[in-house]
């Protein structure tokens, strides 16, 4: 019997897990050899582990350590990859420069130079997010907001900008490295009830992070229940973006204000809002624990609904049959699937991405797998600067290979929906390597 099925016939089974304390321990580079299992690790994988996590984020948690993880698997299992900084992460020289610093004891601040130095190769702030999404309000940028598709409005508050344990392919890394400049967050959501008044052609709230889901409940109250005023009417979705249930389901079970968090979204449902919890699972194993499988069954006891979304990465899921796995498991428990992206030209993308051409068979293998309740999934799509734009399939059209792309969502909301053709590429790993099918100049989005 699977643990889900199980789970749901026998949940006195595990009452000994919600009762037990949870020591909120929190892992990052300097109490690394703290870790109760760190003598799984060789010395020389505990020392890479600290040169990759000198440059790219790191933090990890009792929960996802104790309960995720299968120390008999390491370096190969996924859940090990999606939180613990792997060698393969830096360009080889950068790994070496950086490996010498440290087994050479140099100073912090050669050490910090050189992580700066490095970081800036690697592209931290792609797709344009903080100079073309960013809007303007008297001529002063709104910190903390993001707006690039008409309907939907991003909002980053300044509380919930950083995540319970951190993924090591994660698109936003900049935003954790305490650099200020790097980062998006707004203490202010006066800024956010301004621009939403003065844009009644958003419906979409989206709340993200980080992990709004790490905020007090309180301050996600104060947050979001002005937008029950009648002035906000035309704002009839609220999304959060949430990795708890994966990295702290406890979040939503025995933290102090778990249930307060929970009547927070029952009170927006029921005062007429559709509140959609954004989840993010990379691997069916996040959504097997006892916890985790509560944490969805009281969420989903609010009335919210829950609906998932996930990067396709190599070294992690990059197996159709674990997404057709995982797809099944959501679908069963009340998640709908919602997106596959593929990973983004930031950050370790080396070490993560996949061919497009890959990225379109895996998402083809995994869905003739399951039923159409599954096929509610859109994708492989890539959050480029233009739009996101899903990558179809391949075929032949007079005699030429091509790939067959939609434009998904649009910066001009005149492009949604458009079909388009690039030239077959087998190397083509981003929207930037394609060029138009037939000989043709330009994509139309280039114009
Ligand atoms: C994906 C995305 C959205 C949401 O798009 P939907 O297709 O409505 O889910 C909004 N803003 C940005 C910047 C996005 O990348």
């Given at each position: 019997?699977s643990?889900?099925?199980?789970?749901?016939?026998?949940?006195?089974?595990?009452q000994?897990?919600?009762?037990?304390e949870q020591p909120?321990?929190?892992?990052?580079?300097?109490?690394?050899?703290?870790i109760?299992?760190?003598?799984?690790?060789?010395k020389e994988?505990?020392?890479?582990?600290?040169?990759?996590?000198?440059?790219?984020?790191?933090?990890?948690?009792?929960y996802?350590i104790?309960?995720?993880?299968?120390?008999?698997?390491?370096?190969?299992?996924?859940?090990?990859?999606?939180?613990?900084?792997?060698?393969?992460?830096?360009?080889?020289?950068?790994?070496?420069?950086?490996?010498?610093l440290?087994?050479?004891?140099?100073?912090?601040f050669?050490?910090?130079?050189?992580?700066?130095?490095i970081?800036?190769r690697l592209?931290?702030?792609?797709?344009?997010?903080?100079?073309?999404?960013?809007?303007?309000?008297?001529?002063?940028?709104?910190e903390?907001?993001?707006?690039?598709?008409?309907?939907?409005?991003?909002?980053?508050?300044g509380?919930?900008?950083?995540?319970?344990s951190?993924?090591?392919?994660?698109f936003?890394?900049?935003q954790?490295?305490?650099?200020?400049?790097?980062?998006?967050?707004?203490?202010?959501?006066?800024?956010?009830?301004?621009?939403l008044?003065?844009?009644?052609?958003?419906?979409d709230?989206?709340?993200?992070?980080?992990?709004?889901?790490?905020?007090?409940?309180?301050?996600?109250r104060d947050?979001?229940?002005?937008?029950?005023?009648?002035?906000?009417?035309?704002?009839?979705?609220?999304?959060?973006?949430?990795?708890?249930?994966?990295?702290?389901?406890?979040?939503f079970?025995?933290?102090?204000?778990?249930?307060d968090?929970?009547?927070?979204?029952?009170?927006?449902?029921?005062?007429?809002?559709?509140?959609?919890?954004?989840?993010?699972?990379?691997?069916?194993?996040?959504?097997?624990?006892p916890?985790?499988?509560?944490?969805?069954?009281?969420?989903?006891?609010?009335?919210?609904t829950?609906?998932?979304?996930?990067?396709?990465?190599?070294?992690?899921?990059?197996?159709?049959?674990?997404?057709?796995?995982?797809?099944?498991?959501?679908?069963?428990?009340?998640?709908?699937?919602?997106?596959?992206?593929?990973?983004?030209?930031?950050?370790?993308?080396?070490?993560?991405?996949?061919?497009?051409?890959?990225?379109?068979?895996i998402?083809?293998?995994?869905?003739?797998?399951?039923?159409?309740?599954?096929?509610?999934?859109?994708g492989?799509?890539?959050?480029?600067?233009?739009?996101?734009v899903?990558?179809?399939?391949t075929?032949?059209?007079?005699?030429e290979?091509v790939?067959?792309?939609?434009?998904?969502?649009?910066r001009?909301?005149?492009?949604v929906?458009?079909p388009?053709?690039?030239?077959?590429?087998?190397?083509?790993?981003?929207?930037?390597?394609?060029?138009?099918?037939?000989?043709?100049?330009?994509?139309?989005?280039?114009?």
């Amino acid at each position: 019997m699977s643990k889900i099925l199980s789970f749901y016939r026998k949940p006195e089974k595990y009452q000994y897990l919600f009762n037990r304390e949870q020591p909120f321990t929190v892992y990052g580079i300097s109490n690394l050899d703290k870790i109760p299992q760190i003598h799984y690790l060789s010395k020389e994988q505990q020392f890479s582990i600290k040169v990759v996590a000198n440059v790219l984020p790191f933090r990890v948690n009792q929960y996802v350590i104790d309960e995720l993880i299968d120390w008999t698997n390491i370096p190969n299992d996924p859940i090990f990859q999606l939180t613990f900084p792997q060698p393969g992460m830096l360009e080889e020289q950068d790994y070496n420069k950086m490996a010498d610093l440290i087994r050479n004891d140099a100073d912090k601040f050669q050490i910090r130079k050189l992580a700066g130095e490095i970081r800036q190769r690697l592209n931290p702030h792609p797709g344009g997010q903080q100079t073309l999404n960013v809007p303007t309000f008297n001529k002063q940028q709104l910190e903390g907001i993001q707006h690039k598709y008409r309907e939907t409005v991003l909002f980053f508050p300044g509380r919930g900008q950083t995540c319970h344990s951190y993924c090591t392919f994660c698109f936003r890394w900049a935003q954790f490295i305490g650099d200020k400049d790097l980062k998006f967050s707004s203490n202010e959501a006066s800024h956010l009830y301004h621009y939403l008044r003065s844009h009644k052609d958003v419906s979409d709230l989206l709340v993200t992070g980080g992990d709004p889901m790490i905020m007090k409940a309180r301050h996600l109250r104060d947050y979001l229940m002005p937008l029950l005023d009648k002035e906000f009417e035309h704002i009839q979705n609220i999304r959060i973006g949430t990795k708890s249930i994966t990295f702290w389901p406890y979040r939503f079970i025995t933290d102090e204000d778990a249930d307060d968090l929970l009547d927070v979204l029952r009170e927006l449902v029921q005062k007429g809002k559709h509140v959609a919890i954004m989840t993010h699972f990379n691997h069916w194993r996040e959504m097997e624990t006892p916890m985790a499988i509560e944490a969805i069954r009281r969420l989903r006891e609010t009335g919210a609904t829950l609906r998932s979304q996930s990067p396709l990465v190599k070294n992690i899921n990059d197996d159709p049959d674990i997404w057709a796995k995982m797809w099944r498991n959501q679908v069963r428990m009340g998640i709908i699937p919602y997106y596959m992206f593929i990973e983004r030209d930031t950050g370790a993308k080396n070490y993560f991405e996949l061919p497009l051409y890959r990225t379109w068979e895996i998402y083809r293998d995994a869905i003739k797998q399951v039923s159409g309740l599954s096929r509610t999934v859109r994708g492989p799509s890539m959050s480029a600067t233009p739009g996101k734009v899903e990558i179809q399939g391949t075929t032949e059209i007079n005699g030429e290979k091509v790939f067959v792309c939609r434009m998904i969502q649009g910066r001009n909301p005149e492009w949604v929906q458009r079909p388009f053709f690039a030239e077959y590429d087998e190397k083509a790993m981003w929207l930037d390597d394609l060029k138009p099918a037939f000989g043709e100049k330009k994509f139309f989005f280039e114009d």
